[in-house]
């Protein structure tokens, strides 16, 4: 349960670039008036919390500067009380980071390593950096085009984060992924 809780948390300290200092999430109200923090904005078939992809949006630090993100809990029956989800955010430029959102971080100086299993098949190695003091493990820029196509067709994918002689293990179920993906570069130039 603490990783259903901590993410929403974690998420709002690192929809900002990496080279800005992180600002505290604030809601947003868009000119419906509702305020998107923490929104779903995809729900599945099912009513699990892990089958909701959840959309937030934190203030920069300039004026009227915002960023957005969606997020994904972790499935917890497959995954280590230290692994809460996945987090695909808005960064400058038009990138989009992809994020490992972690219970027990790492040095902020840390330079994991990340193996990702999809669950048609495939399973690629990374060398990844830290954000939010080490809460959080920054993918390089190529797993944003697994975020943008084949994870979008991929059940589930299975992480595995390496830092020293530490393992941090998790499951996280991409259902919803299209459409909240797409949502998410719709908000990402607001």
Not at 6 to 24: E, H, K, N, T, V
Not at 63 to 72: L, R, V
Not at 95 to 114: E, G, Q
């Amino acid at each position: 349960m603490t990783g259903l809780l901590l993410i929403p948390l974690l998420a709002g300290s690192l929809l900002g670039a990496a080279d800005r200092p992180w600002g505290p999430a604030s809601p947003c109200t868009g000119s419906t008036g509702f305020s998107c923090q923490e929104a779903p904005i995809v729900a599945a078939a099912t009513s699990t919390p892990s089958s909701v992809w959840k959309f937030t949006r934190t203030q920069g630090t300039k004026d009227g500067e915002s960023f957005a993100a969606i997020m994904k809990t972790a499935d917890t029956s497959q995954s280590d009380p230290d692994f809460a989800g996945l987090i695909v955010r808005c960064a400058p430029k038009g990138k989009v980071d992809v994020l490992v959102a972690l219970i027990r971080p790492f040095p902020p100086r840390s330079r994991p390593k990340v193996t990702i299993a999809a669950s048609g098949g495939g399973t690629l190695t990374f060398d990844a950096g830290m954000a939010a003091a080490g809460a959080a493990v920054l993918l390089p820029d190529e797993v944003s085009a697994f975020a943008a196509g084949n994870w979008q067709t991929t059940p589930s994918l299975s992480v595995v984060v390496r830092e020293g002689d530490s393992e941090i293990k998790g499951m996280v179920a991409l259902n919803g992924l299209r459409e909240a993906y797409h949502s998410l570069l719709a908000n990402c130039g607001q």
